[in-house]
């Protein structure tokens, strides 16, 4: 294959002659509804499957009670149309979940964008043909279609996982995914519910639904560090200050290493005096949104006795929070230290355990044997329960792309490429898997995800752009390429105490077959080093990318 650099105007619509589309897009969530504008102003033929009956990928799924953002939401939401952010009021500075949905479908409306989704269309597979250079992708109803390019979407936090225990089909009552959530009213009032899991989204919804329970169980299996959220309503005229300053909030966002607003302290833990740095986490713990996590002493993250240290800090404050010492010790992380997995954000999280509905069960002391027709049975106890919560989180990162049956050049699957852990070409292509382009996948910088995401999309949308205007029809990264961005990602996440533990960062989930093991999944360097790398390839002509 040569590299193509020859200048070509850019070919009329619907280039791709003989296939159903030019480009196909998996997911209409964030990233395949941005993807879909960009495309569509090329004057592509595009084509959305999505599984739901409605976009917002996350923010249509995760329906749950106490569902919302965990970023700033004027820092969340797109940067790239005027018109949107002119015309967009956030209620909150933490929007909950019915607004980002809303939020996601007043995009989808403004620029007619469902009129080329379908919706309830789940894919099963999807299949490089090597003759005509092109995807085929199958729907579960068995309908085909094919495009030049295939666009997955498909996020990182998409495929809800339910715990190994077995007897779970047998039980009764009522019982949920939060990343399943039903669009029906769920109440809990009167009723005896139990809760497993105790993540981001387990913490958002146990504060919730023990507002109104008659009883609340929580199982908890390893907690986590939590910090307050600290949300509150935005006000029309501060919503107008907010709108003058986007540019400035999204230069930050650009700028910062996770594209957080929050930015770590250039001082050391140990640089400081003791009460300094009391004042300082004080401080923090006090301040809205991810400050003490992304904000907090730069070395907070690679040397273990300063990591030690902010993590007693927030030990003591769980400690005057709950008023049962033995409670509270039990929601004290042993294991990992503040900030190594991801900070659930609260708004009375620890004051749960105060009220006489709600118990604390830790299942690594009594843990759950079955589920029963009636409930569950731990190796102490039998519970009844008139509803099971499961928040038992996702097959992060890759677990969407197993879910699809994805063959490359010469039939090969992802899923056989990547058993040893994902190797990719700057997150976004596969070598063996031409003309494949991922959106937020394996070895991207995460983060503000939004900001992630707008980079990716234009990124790629330039590339199809690159491409079409050559005529070529043919995009597959180089064996060498992927070799040395697989490198880089390995470097960005070493030394990092984050590598050392297991969570859905590092690919590890007890649930899912083949995912006991930790894995390289993310690259962890910072968001501008990585916009860095990706404009210099662009800028080079693409030259780690063979095409024809
Ligand atoms: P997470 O963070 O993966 O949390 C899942 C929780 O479920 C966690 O507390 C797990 O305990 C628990 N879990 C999983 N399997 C079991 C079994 N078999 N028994 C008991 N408990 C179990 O998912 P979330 O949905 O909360 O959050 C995912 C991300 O979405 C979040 O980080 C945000 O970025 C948005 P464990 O810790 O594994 O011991």
């Not at 070509?8 to 209409?28: E, Q, V």
């Not at 996350?58 to 149309?81: L, V």
């Not at 400690?319 to 010492?325: A, G, I, L, T």
Request: glycine content about 8%; charged content about 25%.
């Amino acid at each position: 294959m040569d590299t193509a650099t020859a200048t070509a105007t850019r070919p009329a619509p619907h280039a791709s002659a003989g296939l159903d589309y030019d480009t196909i897009i998996i997911g209409a969530g964030l990233s395949g509804l941005y993807q879909l504008y960009r495309l569509r102003q090329q004057g592509q033929n595009v084509k959305v499957f999505e599984m739901g009956t409605g976009v917002g990928g996350t923010w249509y799924w995760n329906r749950y009670p106490g569902c919302r953002f965990d970023s700033e939401s004027y820092s969340y939401g797109f940067s790239w149309s005027k018109e949107v952010l002119e015309e967009w009021d956030w209620t909150e500075h933490f929007a909950p979940q019915p607004e980002t949905e809303r939020y996601c479908n007043f995009v989808a409306d403004k620029f007619d964008l469902k009129k080329d989704i379908q919706f309830s269309a789940k894919v099963k597979a999807a299949h490089y043909q090597d003759d005509s250079r092109s995807w085929k992708v199958t729907l579960t109803d068995g309908s085909e279609h094919t495009a030049r390019w295939l666009v997955t979407a498909v996020g990182p936090l998409s495929a809800p996982v339910f715990p190994r225990i077995k007897g779970r089909d047998s039980y009764k009552g009522e019982a949920y995914h939060t990343g399943l959530w039903p669009k029906h009213e769920v109440t809990f009032e009167g009723k005896n519910v139990a809760v497993i899991g105790t993540g981001a989204t387990g913490v958002q919804a146990i504060t919730e639904i023990a507002k109104t329970a008659k009883t609340l169980t929580v199982f908890q299996r390893r907690p986590n560090w939590c910090k307050p959220l600290r949300n509150k309503q935005i006000s029309k005229a501060e919503m107008d200050g907010i709108r003058q300053r986007y540019d400035e909030i999204f230069r930050k966002c650009q700028e910062s290493a996770t594209c957080f607003l929050h930015t770590p302290d250039m001082r050391k833990t140990f640089d400081v005096s003791p009460e300094e740095r009391e004042a300082f986490w004080e401080h923090q713990y006090n301040e809205p949104g991810f400050s003490m996590w992304v904000g907090g002493f730069r070395d907070m993250m690679t040397n273990k006795a300063a990591n030690d240290a902010v993590s007693e800090f927030v030990a003591n404050k769980i400690r005057e929070r709950v008023k049962d010492p033995k409670v509270a010790e039990l929601l004290v992380p042993k294991e990992h230290g503040f900030g190594t997995r991801r900070v659930p954000q609260e708004s009375g999280y620890y004051e749960v355990y105060n009220q006489d509905n709600v118990k604390l069960v830790s299942i690594l002391e009594n843990p759950i044997e079955e589920i029963t027709e009636k409930g569950l049975r731990t190796a102490e106890q039998d519970y009844e329960f008139d509803m099971i919560v499961y928040a038992t989180g996702f097959d992060a990162i890759t677990g969407a792309f197993d879910r699809i049956d994805i063959r490359g050049a010469g039939g090969q699957t992802l899923k056989d490429k990547w058993s040893a852990g994902p190797k990719t070409f700057v997150g976004v292509l596969v070598e063996g898997f031409p003309n494949m382009f991922m959106l937020v996948g394996p070895h991207t910088a995460l983060g503000n995800i939004p900001r992630s995401i707008e980079y990716a999309v234009e990124w790629v949308d330039d590339l199809i752009g690159h491409l079409s205007a050559r005529g070529a029809t043919y995009a597959n990264p180089t064996p060498e390429a992927e070799e040395a961005w697989t490198e880089v990602v390995v470097k960005s996440n070493e030394g990092l105490l984050s590598s050392e533990v297991d969570s859905w960062m590092t690919g590890v989930n007890q649930n899912v077959e083949g995912k006991q093991t930790r894995i390289i999944a993310r690259y962890s360097g910072t968001a501008p080093a990585f916009r860095e790398y990706c404009d210099r390839v662009a800028a080079n002509g693409y030259t780690e990318i063979a095409t024809a």
